[in-house]
């Protein structure tokens, strides 16, 4: 009787450790199996955060390099669409590049020096697969700097960074866009009729600087990182 006993006691002491064993097990299947869907998400978020920054970047380029204008007029008769959207940071460009408020940028500047030099924005996304970045528009921003050494002497070749940093959760992904200015003459500047432009320069020239009227401005891409 006392050796059945003493089997019952070892047996139920090996099926607590197996017991033990088999929990300690599971849990470890379940932290890897965590670990990898971790893993595995992380992975999706920077891959939607790279794809994003640059789907942007391109439509910022087509913003920026298409437009051409043959006349002053016709500048200003496209300056009226800026309250449907169409060439905003464009023509925030004509009207806020190189004015006082707005320094050029330098790498040698200190961090805060290099703070005054950025203009930031935020977007809101629309049309196409706007639906599938929903969750993103709170963590998109498109920083904007200007660097020229030579700006006392021309305009010409003004290297504009277009940045577009896209974050969600604890990923982000960020595409720098750098495009060079061409500053010409107009052939005129006489506009064959008055253009009411005010609600679009309430959007991109609230500060209410003044432009010359005589100067043609065309930014063509460089490159992107």
Known sequence: MRKSKHNKGS???IAI???VVVVAFSLSLL?????LFSSSARKVTSRQCKELAKTLSLELEQELTK???ASYEEEQMALKS???GENSLWFYLRYNLFQEQWPGYHAEYTEEKKELCYREFSLDLSGGDASKYEAYTSDIVVRVYWQNDNIDVTKDDTLLCV???VKRDDQSAIMRNYFTLS???YPSTTLSGAVDTSSALAVVNPSGYS???TEHWKWSFQERE
């Open 31 to 35: 932290l890897v199996c965590y670990a």
């Open 163 to 165: 940045e577009v940093e």
């Open 17 to 19: 450790i197996v017991s």
């Open 67 to 69: 437009p051409n204008f």
């Open 11 to 13: 047996a139920m002491m």
């Open 82 to 84: 800026v309250s449907d």
């Open 183 to 185: 500053v010409n003459d």
């Open 211 to 213: 432009v010359n009227e």
